[in-house]
DNA sequence: GATGAATGAGCCTTCATTCAT
DNA sequence: GATGAATGAAGGCTCATTCAT
């Protein structure tokens, strides 16, 4: 699996130029919003925070995405197109054989770029307010329903080749609220387990679904 | 398994006494403010919009609840001991096997009493906000633990009793997250599936890892 | 004719109660807004300025109007209803005959109550802002059209009673407009004529109107 | 007589080019802000919409204006401006009796170039908005004493030369506050009559102020 | 207990103005 | 000349909190 590139730059040290391109300035104020959102939550997430940890401010925010509403819609449309980027990268660089694709889609939920405490924060910043629901639907909707979608026949694919007699939206549907579940739990808990024991514990349960497959060899690198 | 009883009367048409006793008029308080978390999210949730729907003044809110910090807090530590009382009325109900524990404190979590929209947005709002998180641990840490404990205990003396050579600590953790993913998916998704579904897939996992117990007999009634 | 009495007491020198009784903060806010109309124009209007004017916090006077805008239509239709009592009045009292009506018109808008310089100003910034033309229509509309008809009635009757040949729509027109004139007039200059000669210039406009009726005699007293 | 040549170019389809003129680019622009005065009123007629509707950047229009507050004042100059050479052209190209300049200066303030809606609504903004008065007095005052001194004088002369025995500054007030009065009309009026309407009206108003000349025969052709 | 007037901190947003390119 | 990124003052509005009644 080769791990999908870090989409923006980390911001540096060195003074930024007064006056930056307009894309590398949205880049810079959307990884602001993801850390105020993980930091403080939906609700005290500001633009004015956002704008601090940007370094520039709160007007210039506006200017470049119009609204705070705005700046969430494209928050989230990022963290999304990052997700579906990662693991359908991580996807494609699988082999054929559907255990390989599990097996790849559930590393890439653990990748390192993906499974950060501030991106994990802000999807649960995301889910955890009603009013941003519709928002989410809209923007995320199609994005879940592929990743469903292509877990389903992959396990459809496991009975066939493998004679496993699962129905696969449920088999799929556990492999997903498994690692769903374990990101709650690592984002929720005082003291965390690893990201390696999370990706483990979803192993642990992979291997019960399909008990002759995913020995216990692999690792998460 | 008997449901533990509604520990709140439902709001009746019946306008209530101008006077109401202390405790009637909180726990009324407390239903109001979940669901305003439900419908509103954590961020658009006011006082005055939780003393609206329970009927009373603003004023008189913060007389009982001195801030809305507060208000939240007492929230919290009701649902969580709601929860709380919940399975363990379960567990208690159950019989000495581990395997009927086990099937208990699953069915508890989605029983009709517990499994709602408005408990699981409320659920949902509180993990969502960052800056909550020091409240939810002060608040439910030392309950999240016990149910933990509990659960490994449990799955220890599946290992025990039935011969299982699960590692507890992961078996436990699986069920559980299992549990709050399934959650998370009927508070998140569009078009979510039934509670029962849910229910369902639970069952399915947990006999994927206990594969000569929990039997496809079992539903949830 | 008797003049209509002061709507709304002046603000008196002693200190107001801390909390004042809905009606009459209402009003001391909208007499508030008709001076900060008067002194500073629509466009620097502020609800902090009112606010300031009133003695309060900008808090409270959005407390008791909801909006900046509700707060402009809510003055509009303070002094649309002040002008509507005031020329009612004046024409109730006049005698029968409609040269006695339209003096008693006349006179009624050059009274000391409704020719102040904060009452024209208000309504000049209402007339000035074509943002608030639909406001306008919507809430002075009909009282202008009734004051209208009931001026084309009395110039009728002044062609039925006294011979006279006029359009009486062309007729009552000219006086209103001569009037609205010099309220502009009022206004704008640097250094104005007094009402009292405004009100001589309008007479002498409606006696070449009406050649043989309002004689020299009368004044605005 | 002549109507006055309109002073600006109307702006057309064709891009303007990309250098323009130092006068042609700031005569843009001034029609512009008229526009915008006109459709958005006094305070919501902003540079970034003054720019958009010139078809430049916010940034040229400041470079030519230097400010908001110089652009206004630049604008109020222009339509002043014009408002001169239109009567004064109309008055020179009258005879020399008074009542043909009485009534080449009645024509000329209901010209099509001078009584437009965008026209009037600009004079309107800037009445209704205390805060430019000392801006319009030092602007237009001289040029409105200019025209009522004219008017005076011209009144002056119907006495000597005809005979009647008006006071002229009231007779020549009473003119020019019609004039006023029915431009208020036609833009306050939901559905106002027409120009042509309003011009007839304020002869109906000359003529019974001058019975025996005025005679019915003329129109605004 | 109970209400609701009152305050003020803090939010989102607009917009005139500056200035690097 | 010309653009548009960038700033910051100021405005409308929300809402937790206080407090007189």
């Not at 989409?7 to 930056?20: H, N, S, V």
């Not at 930091?39 to 940007?54: I, L, M, P, Y």
């Not at 996807?91 to 501030?118: M, N, R």
């Not at 649960?124 to 026949?153: H, I, K």
Request: hydrophobic letters at 45%; glycine letters at 4%.
């Amino acid at each position: 699996m080769t791990a999908a590139p870090p989409l923006i730059e980390a911001p540096t040290d060195a003074k930024p130029p007064r006056t930056q391109s307009r894309d590398s300035r949205r880049a810079q104020v959307i990884e602001a919003t993801i850390q105020s959102l993980a930091d403080r939550g939906f609700s005290r997430t500001t633009v004015t925070d956002v704008a601090a940890r940007a370094g520039i401010s709160h007007g210039l925010v506006l200017f470049h995405f119009q609204s705070k509403e705005n700046l969430l819609a494209e928050t989230l449309d990022f963290i999304a197109e990052e997700y579906r980027i990662n693991w359908q990268t991580a996807l494609a660089a699988a082999g054929d054989t559907p255990e390989a694709q599990i097996l790849a889609l559930i590393k890439a939920d653990f990748a390192p770029a993906i499974c950060t405490p501030a991106r994990l924060s802000a999807w649960c910043a995301f889910w955890g307010e009603n009013q941003s629901r519709p928002l989410y639907q809209a923007r995320c909707g199609a994005n879940d329903a592929l990743y469903n979608n292509t877990m389903v026949d992959i396990c459809a694919a496991m009975n066939a080749l493998h004679g496993y007699t699962h129905d696969p939206e449920r088999t799929a549907r556990l492999i997903r609220i498994m690692i769903e579940g374990l990101w709650l739990d690592l984002m929720t808990l005082e003291q965390p387990y690893s990201v390696a024991e999370a990706y483990e514990t979803v192993m642990t349960g992979t291997r019960a679904l399909f008990p002759r497959h995913f020995g216990a060899g692999e690792t998460i690198a």
